[in-house]
């Protein structure tokens, strides 16, 4: 079957401590993104690629570095530069980059101990 | 980004159709109402999307008025996996992300 998936489903980072999330697609699409959710809010846009070897800074990238080598694969670190992490984070990928469908792995909760 | 407006939260019963509102009175004549929904703790799923005319898929209708200032999404007949959190979004030009709101909280009663 054709789809995104995350992993973990839970991560638990410790202080000072980087933190990579695995997003994998199998839709042979050419755009991922990454989105970030805190409870009752909105998605907010952490970085995202349009091609392979290119991505680019959305909403709130500080704290965060993202590397595009294949094109199936998006992985997200979450840095030590990140002083809020705790949140729900969203992969997502879509057939290119402007207006079309974006599809949603499960997600990964990162958990500060 | 143009703006959406969704109330908080709404309640159905089950087997009931349900008609979630989105108002978009900044909308730009090329952008697209695009409608998501999240289940509790799983990523958004997309629902249907249109421009000008009413739209139908197996999840939904999408119904937007002729001036486009608002939206509706019509589930015709509701069941308890409905019940998410509905996201009503515009999309235009090369718009490469989806902005979320906090988006319409849908309870579905047995």
């Known amino acids: 079957d054709g789809g995104i998936t995350q992993s973990p489903k839970y991560l638990f980072r410790k202080e000072g401590q980087n933190v990579t999330l695995s997003c994998e697609q199998n839709?042979?699409?050419?755009?991922m993104y990454w989105y970030r959710q805190d409870p009752g809010q909105g998605l907010r846009l952490i970085y995202y690629?349009?091609?392979?070897?290119?991505?680019q800074k959305g909403d709130i990238a500080e704290g965060y570095s993202v590397s595009r080598e294949k094109k199936e694969s998006f992985p997200l670190t979450v840095t030590s530069a990140q002083k809020n992490p705790t949140a729900f984070y969203l992969c997502?990928?879509?057939?290119?980059?402007?207006?079309?469908?974006?599809?949603f792995g499960p997600g990964t909760r990162l958990l500060v101990l | 980004d143009a703006k959406t407006t969704q109330p908080n939260s709404m309640e159905s019963n089950e087997e009931e159709p349900v008609h979630l509102p989105c108002n978009h009175s900044t909308i730009s004549g090329t952008d697209y109402i695009h409608w998501y929904r999240q289940l509790p703790s799983q990523g958004p799923e997309y629902v249907i999307h249109?421009?000008?005319s009413n739209v139908n898929n197996r999840m939904a209708s999408l119904a937007i008025a002729e001036d486009r200032k608002s939206s509706t999404l019509i589930l015709h007949r509701a069941t308890l996996r409905d019940a998410a959190v509905y996201y009503c979004i515009l999309r235009g030009g090369s718009n490469y992300k989806l902005t979320f709101g906090k988006g319409t909280l849908l309870t579905v009663n047995p």
């Open positions: 249109g421009l000008t």
């Open positions: 690629s349009q091609i392979v070897n290119d991505f």
């Open positions: 839709l042979n699409h050419d755009a």
């Open positions: 997502a990928s879509s057939i290119t980059g402007s207006r079309e469908t974006q599809y």
